[in-house]
């Protein structure tokens, strides 16, 4: 069990012995999909023993292009949201932009996500903190995994302990990002870590205007983090990934989630 653990609700423990596994689409593209993606993960997760959170954007601020899809907004997204929570009896997370949205977000969500490129943003950790939820802090590409110590500690600042750092990624020159596994180690001295196998083989504003990525490569970054040891793993899934609105090079097809997170239990099983 990690130093750090703690309850994200009251069925769901981080830094225990059992995974949390965050997934869902990138973005809220429909209703119906949220609807489809978490009935379909809760089944799997649910048989092979995994904690899982649903994950979607009501906003993805940060896309390459100002043409590229963002999402339904605050105000639908979190109904979407609030009805996948109710309707499965699951907890969810979603990312969380500018300070001012964390208030709206946390009547509804029980984990706020803080953008990789925004993991610096003193005012946008503290009012995550100060909203009393789970704040999953994403490792910026340019960061290194000591230093996302100070990310933390501007959460703790306002009394919140319940903090998770998130894998995903170092710039390695232009479009690429490479993964250091000293950094699950090193970060894992901080807080509980949750390896994103999605992002980590994406290829920033590389496909012309869009992000590009290498989702053939995800499942041996997987294993391997699962090797080093994680507490648990963020996986964008989505039915026809070819055909998803944001991210579709790096997300896991549905149809193959179940095959990936039954070789990742077994590779946890072989190293403990």
């Not at 590009?212 to 699962?226: K, M, S």
Request: charged share 25%; glycine share 8%; aromatic share 8%.
């Amino acid at each position: 069990m990690h130093k750090n653990a703690f309850n994200i609700d009251q069925k769901t423990s981080v830094g225990s012995d059992h995974w949390v596994l965050f997934s869902g689409p990138c973005v809220i593209e429909s209703e119906q999909l949220c609807v489809d993606i978490a009935g379909k993960m809760k089944e799997v997760c649910e048989e092979l023993g995994i904690q899982y959170v649903f994950k979607a954007s009501f906003d993805k601020a940060n896309r390459t292009a100002v043409s590229s899809f963002r999402g339904p907004g605050l105000d639908k997204g979190l109904e979407v949201l609030d009805n996948i929570k109710k309707t499965f009896d699951l907890p969810v997370v979603t990312d969380v932009h500018e300070s001012y949205q964390v208030k709206e977000l946390a009547a509804v969500v029980d984990v706020i996500q803080i953008p990789a490129f925004l993991c610096r943003q003193t005012d946008l950790l503290v009012a995550a903190g100060n909203s009393g939820k789970t704040v999953k802090i994403k490792k910026g590409q340019f960061m290194a995994a000591g230093d996302m110590e100070y990310a933390v500690n501007k959460v703790k600042s306002t009394g919140n302990d319940k903090i998770l750092l998130t894998e995903r990624g170092t710039t390695f020159g232009y479009h690429n990002l490479v993964v250091d596994f000293r950094a699950l180690t090193t970060m894992r001295e901080i807080a509980p870590v949750i390896f994103d196998v999605t992002h980590s083989v994406q290829q920033p504003g590389g496909a012309g205007g869009k992000s590009g990525g290498q989702r053939q490569f995800a499942p041996y970054l997987a294993r391997a983090a699962a090797a080093v040891g994680v507490d648990g793993f963020f996986i964008e899934t989505h039915p026809n990934p070819e055909k998803a609105l944001s991210d579709g090079p790096n997300m896991i097809p549905l149809s193959e989630m179940k095959d990936l997170l039954e070789m990742l239990i077994k590779i946890k099983k072989a190293v403990n």
